[in-house]
């Protein structure tokens, strides 16, 4: 071998060590989406904040798509329907924040809209723990004047494109990427499942093999979320195997996708009543047979009417479809009690689909209980989103730390969330509601920067690393043989064919998980740019007999643990 030939080698091992040792660095956590008990002793399902001290108070909050700031409804502002009482308000809203109470609050700005939401509200900082033990000291939250939306009647986390959540974890290094993955879990049936909020990734346990939908944001007046699919297919399946076409000779249905709202979806009623026809369902006298609060406005049927047995099949771009179980379908009636429990009434079945009425001009809507059969993963960092089927059975978690700055994404460790329920502190509920016990809940590590939840590489990882590591040295002494093969050849009278390098390619994972089809939407040629950003899509390999494009999305993938 000549000394340029070593030379060259040298220079590429110098290259290669590092991309698979020091320049990855995934950071990412994972806090349940699930029921949580507040202070009117009822357990409103949500991601949890504990705001304020020496007692924190225990605040349930929905995930938002659309809003960069994250706002609470708090004493004085909690705008509950007319005549209720303060414990149904309190429950009603996920918990209402109390900022005398609290001897760690600051004022902040008082009254003023926030350019990126537009939205007017009091604004003040606290200091805020979550479940996996994340602290935020003096973060800055708004505390709502009036609802943001009419659906959505708990506060709002911000993880918009703007999010200043999200950038608050990334400067402090809890996360590597500004995105989120979320799963609603299961909260109606008789065998409840937590969900989960992940943050700055994406928990590979939880999606199911099959296809999936990638696709970018879209700016419209009616989706502030930017999250919009089609909705092209709607099946109702018998446990007999059949099927009946709910939407024959229906156009596709546009949508917007809004993980905050208690529904599976909202739709106009010429979609809705060839659903309810095939079901056979009536719908009950009150209210135009639709709730007034717990999974607001969704639809209300007879329980003699609910005997329909099947599951519902939703087809999305033409690309995938997401199977909604019948026990997701129907579930005796929820409702908040005037002491602020959430009691089950079987004078009503419960179907958590909306009806709009002829005339509303409200975008048709994917909700967030879809998410119970379906994964949401956000990339803000790339500008697009995944939805993917959801397993149906737990497994133990699997979070994909996605670190935009270097392009690769990595099995990390979190800290696990607690999962013991929380005594509900004592405080003055809303219109001087008292609240119950103590709280004893309060994180064990004050510091986010260095909290577990923003873990380094996995045990998994760093195996993968060294693999990776002397996988590289195994292609250098490959590559100089091949070297070594052409020169001999070249003096040969009867050269030697040589392989195919493409042989040499590992397999790479796509982007957001092994996904057969990433982008449903028109086809585009990967020529190592993106759909939407500078982010590289395709790599492809230098030489002779090179294999295919090795499609990556997301960046490598590295350190899987088995």
Same mark, same amino acid.
């Given at each position: 071998?000549?000394?340029?030939?070593?030379?060259?080698?040298?220079?590429?091992?110098?290259?290669?060590?590092?991309?698979?040792?020091?320049?990855?660095?995934?950071?990412?956590?994972?806090?349940?989406?699930?029921?949580?008990?507040?202070?009117?002793?009822?357990?409103?399902?949500?991601?949890?904040?504990?705001?304020?001290? @020496?007692?924190?108070?225990?605040?349930?909050?929905?995930?938002?798509?659309?809003?960069?700031?994250?706002?609470?409804?708090?004493?004085?502002?909690?705008?509950?329907?007319?005549?209720?009482?303060?414990?149904?308000?309190?429950?009603?809203?996920?918990?209402?924040?109390?900022?005398?109470?609290?001897?760690?609050?600051?004022?902040?700005?008082?009254?003023?809209?926030?350019?990126?939401?537009?939205?007017?509200?009091?604004? &003040?900082?606290?200091?805020?723990?979550?479940?996996?033990?994340?602290?935020?000291?003096?973060?800055?939250?708004?505390?709502?004047?009036?609802?943001?939306?009419?659906?959505?009647?708990?506060?709002?986390?911000?993880?918009?494109?703007?999010?200043?959540?999200?950038?608050?974890?990334?400067?402090?290094?809890?996360?590597?990427?500004?995105?989120?993955?979320?799963?609603?879990?299961?909260?109606?049936?008789?065998?409840?499942?937590?969900?989960?909020?992940?943050?700055?990734?994406?928990?590979?346990?939880?999606?199911?093999?099959?296809?999936?939908?990638?696709?970018?944001?879209?700016?419209?007046?009616?989706?502030?979320?930017?999250?919009?699919?089609?909705?092209?297919?709607?099946?109702?399946?018998?446990?007999?195997?059949?099927?009946?076409?709910?939407?024959?000779?229906?156009?596709?249905?546009?949508?917007?996708?809004?993980?905050?709202?208690?529904?599976?979806?909202?739709?106009?009623?010429?979609?809705?009543? @060839?659903?309810?026809?095939?079901?056979?369902?009536?719908?009950?006298?009150?209210?135009?047979?639709?709730?007034?609060?717990?999974?607001?406005?969704?639809?209300?049927?007879?329980?003699?009417?609910? &005997?329909?047995?099947?599951?519902?099949?939703?087809?999305?771009?033409? *690309?995938?479809?997401?199977?909604?179980?019948?026990?997701?379908?129907?579930?005796?009636?929820?409702?908040?009690?005037?002491?602020?429990?959430?009691?089950?009434?079987?004078?009503?079945?419960?179907?958590?689909?909306?009806?709009?009425?002829?005339?509303?001009?409200?975008?048709?809507?994917?909700?967030?209980?879809?998410?119970?059969?379906?994964?949401? &993963?956000?990339?803000?960092?790339?500008?697009?989103?995944?939805?993917?089927? *959801?397993?149906?059975?737990?497994?133990?978690?699997?979070?994909?730390?996605?670190?935009?700055?270097?392009?690769?994404?990595?099995?990390?460790?979190?800290?696990?969330?607690?999962?013991? @329920?929380?005594?509900?502190?004592?405080?003055?509920?809303?219109?001087?509601?008292?609240?119950?016990?103590?709280?004893?809940?309060?994180?064990?590590?004050?510091?986010?920067?260095?909290?577990?939840?923003?873990?380094?590489?996995?045990?998994?990882?760093?195996?993968?690393?060294?693999?990776?590591?002397?996988?590289?040295?195994?292609?250098?002494?490959?590559? *100089?043989?091949?070297?070594?093969?052409?020169?001999?050849?070249?003096?040969?009278?009867?050269?030697?064919?040589? @392989?195919?390098?493409?042989?040499?390619?590992?397999?790479?994972?796509?982007?957001?998980?092994?996904?057969?089809?990433?982008? *449903?939407?028109?086809?585009?040629?990967? &020529?190592?740019?993106?759909?939407?950003?500078?982010?590289?899509?395709?790599?492809?390999?230098?030489?002779?007999?090179?294999?295919?494009?090795?499609?990556?999305?997301?960046?490598?993938?590295?350190?899987?643990?088995?």
């Amino acid at each position: 071998m000549s000394s340029s030939h070593l030379y060259f080698l040298l220079s590429f091992s110098t290259l290669i060590w590092p991309a698979l040792s020091a320049d990855c660095q995934p950071k990412a956590l994972s806090v349940p989406y699930k029921s949580n008990r507040i202070v009117t002793g009822a357990e409103p399902r949500g991601v949890l904040w504990q705001i304020g001290g @020496p007692t924190p108070q225990n605040i349930t909050l929905m995930p938002s798509a659309w809003g960069n700031d994250t706002y609470v409804w708090s004493t004085g502002y909690a705008g509950c329907p007319g005549g209720s009482s303060a414990s149904f308000c309190a429950t009603y809203r996920g918990g209402i924040y109390d900022r005398t109470s609290s001897e760690t609050e600051t004022v902040g700005a008082n009254m003023v809209p926030h350019i990126s939401d537009n939205t007017v509200a009091n604004w &003040t900082r606290d200091d805020v723990k979550m479940l996996d033990g994340t602290s935020m000291p003096q973060y800055e939250f708004g505390q709502l004047t009036k609802s943001i939306n009419s659906y959505v009647h708990k506060g709002e986390l911000g993880l918009g494109r703007d999010s200043s959540f999200l950038k608050y974890l990334s400067d402090r290094k809890n996360v590597s990427s500004r995105s989120y993955s979320f799963f609603w879990g299961n909260e109606v049936t008789s065998e409840p499942r937590d969900g989960s909020l992940t943050l700055g990734g994406y928990d590979s346990a939880l999606i199911a093999e099959g296809s999936n939908l990638t696709t970018t944001f879209t700016d419209e007046v009616k989706c502030k979320e930017g999250l919009i699919v089609s909705m092209t297919s709607l099946t109702l399946k018998t446990k007999e195997g059949g099927t009946q076409d709910a939407w024959a000779g229906l156009d596709n249905l546009r949508v917007c996708v809004i993980a905050a709202t208690s529904n599976i979806m909202t739709i106009p009623a010429q979609y809705w009543d @060839p659903i309810e026809a095939i079901m056979g369902v009536t719908r009950v006298t009150a209210r135009n047979g639709t709730s007034d609060a717990h999974f607001y406005n969704t639809t209300l049927v007879t329980p003699a009417s609910a &005997t329909y047995s099947g599951d519902m099949v939703v087809g999305i771009n033409d *690309a995938m479809t997401v199977t909604i179980p019948n026990n997701q379908l129907f579930f005796d009636e929820r409702v908040i009690s005037t002491s602020g429990t959430i009691d089950t009434r079987a004078t009503s079945k419960q179907i958590p689909i909306v009806r709009i009425a002829p005339g509303d001009g409200m975008m048709p809507r994917i909700g967030g209980m879809f998410f119970s059969s379906a994964v949401l &993963t956000v990339n803000h960092d790339k500008n697009e989103f995944t939805i993917s089927q *959801a397993q149906s059975k737990s497994a133990p978690a699997k979070i994909m730390a996605i670190d935009s700055v270097n392009n690769c994404i990595a099995l990390v460790e979190v800290a696990a969330a607690k999962t013991t @329920p929380n005594t509900p502190q004592s405080s003055t509920g809303a219109n001087g509601g008292n609240g119950s016990s103590s709280n004893t809940g309060s994180s064990s590590n004050p510091n986010p920067s260095t909290s577990s939840s923003s873990s380094s590489l996995s045990t998994g990882a760093k195996a993968g690393i060294a693999i990776g590591a002397i996988a590289s040295i195994a292609l250098l002494a490959a590559f *100089a043989f091949i070297l070594w093969r052409r020169r001999r050849a070249a003096a040969s009278p009867h050269p030697s064919e040589l @392989p195919a390098y493409g042989a040499l390619e590992p397999p790479v994972e796509k982007y957001a998980h092994n996904a057969q089809e990433l982008y *449903a939407e028109q086809g585009y040629e990967l &020529t190592g740019g993106s759909k939407g950003g500078p982010n590289v899509y395709a790599h492809e390999l230098e030489g002779e007999g090179r294999g295919g494009v090795a499609e990556v999305g997301g960046g490598d993938v590295r350190g899987v643990a088995k």
